[in-house]
């Protein structure tokens, strides 16, 4: 390949035939000027430019974005590989060291932002919370700075889109949607439930769990037969909450194509029994 252009030590540009790649690796660039051959094989990585308007958005990031964030970035990415085994294509490297450049600038002028969505990550998605976790005190030790718990959320949020391939701000809202319809149909059913209960938040929680495994395709439709001895007597206990599950159960059905097995409509069941007692 020939260099194009080279950015600093660690980065430059190349093409050939066929492509136009940004090369990233220690010194690389080192002594090196336009016109020069330069093989890939000496690369630790490859950003593949796939269209103009990512040719004009990494260009943008590589002249402003110092060094040293690209070496944090590449032992960020490593680590993250290493950690959930699996492979991060360059968006997520790239749309990794945008952020953590403004996040530094953000937390050196002081400024700090809040999220009320970690806590739910970190309950639907507790390995991707670790990683996040992880990776921030990496960015902490590297640039002496303290990042507030939105950072773990905004992290996350890279992950979930790069390593899981979700949307978080779809699912999200979606995951929304199907807790008010269950709360919804629950509260028409039982009016006087005390919302400010220990046993209505265990039960929201379930909820968003519930709704959330729905909505990202990870919905069990496991039929556990040693269910089956415990359901009777319930069933024949509580009556009015066993039919409501089973409207609850076909109306996620209905609107989400996902069959629900046994196992999640039995703990939906103990759920509603407890808050509406």
């Given at each position: ?27 690389i ?22 269209d ?6 990494i ?16 032992r ?7 950690t ?155 009556g ?38």
């Amino acid at each position: 390949m020939i260099i194009s252009r080279v950015y600093n030590n660690n980065v430059v540009e190349a093409k050939d035939l066929a492509r136009t790649v940004i090369l990233q690796g220690k010194g690389i660039g080192f002594g090196k000027k336009a016109g020069d051959f330069i093989s890939a094989r000496t690369a630790s990585k490859i950003f593949e430019l796939a269209d103009r308007k990512h040719y004009r958005m990494i260009r943008e990031i590589l002249e402003e974005v110092p060094e040293d964030y690209w070496d944090l970035c590449i032992r960020i990415q490593d680590y993250t590989e290493d950690t959930l085994q699996v492979k991060l294509n360059s968006s997520f490297y790239l749309s990794l060291l945008d952020h953590i450049y403004i996040a530094v600038k953000r937390v050196r002028k002081g400024i700090e932002l809040s999220s009320i969505m970690t806590t739910e990550i970190e309950l639907y998605y507790e390995d991707i919370y670790r990683v996040a976790k992880h990776i921030v005190s990496m960015m902490e030790e590297y640039f002496s700075l303290h990042f507030d718990d939105s950072e773990v959320y905004f992290i996350s949020v890279h992950l979930l889109e790069s390593v899981m391939h979700l949307n978080y701000s779809e699912v999200s809202s979606k995951v929304k949607e199907i807790v008010q319809m269950i709360e919804k149909m629950v509260q028409e059913e039982f009016p006087s439930i005390n919302k400010e209960s220990l046993d209505y938040s265990r039960f929201l929680i379930h909820t968003k769990r519930f709704a959330n495994l729905v909505v990202t395709g990870k919905i069990s439709d496991t039929q556990d037969t040693k269910l089956d001895d415990l359901y009777l007597p319930l069933k024949q206990s509580y009556g009015k909450q066993y039919l409501l599950v089973d409207r609850i159960i076909s109306e996620v059905s209905k609107h989400y194509n996902f069959p629900v097995g046994t196992n999640e409509k039995f703990y939906l069941f103990i759920h509603i029994i407890k808050i509406s007692q």
